[in-house]
């Protein structure tokens, strides 16, 4: 605890740079590890629905039938950004083409049925 705070201490610019660096390092070591990115932070609901752009009712709906990834703690319902992604790209629907040359590989024997 600091009593007097009306001392005043000169040193030259270098050596106080140097005992706030190792001030500021020894504050960090605290917090290395602890850290997560963005990404690795899982969703709430309300940013669930503005990333695949859905109703927030609509994912209570998905939820409530076990059809979109979530984890839930206790009341609470977290997302896997990841998850989603992967869960919106599963139901991605065949274009015309594809569909038609599907048919055509069929049709000439060509795809494994």
């Known amino acids: 605890m600091i009593k007097n705070m009306n001392r005043m201490i000169i040193m030259p610019e270098d050596e106080f740079i140097n005992i706030m660096h190792s001030i500021v390092r020894e504050e960090l070591k605290g917090f ?31 939820v409530s039938k076990r059809s979109i990834p979530h984890s839930k703690q206790g009341k609470r319902l977290y997302f896997d950004k990841e998850q989603l992604r992967a869960w919106v790209k599963s139901g991605a629907v065949k274009t015309t083409a594809e569909i038609i040359n599907e048919a055509d590989d069929i049709l000439t024997g060509k795809a494994n049925v």
């Open 32 to 62: 290395q590890g602890a850290t997560t990115t963005a990404s690795d932070q899982p969703l709430t609901i309300d940013q669930a629905a503005a990333f695949i752009n859905r109703p927030k009712a609509s994912i209570y709906n998905l």
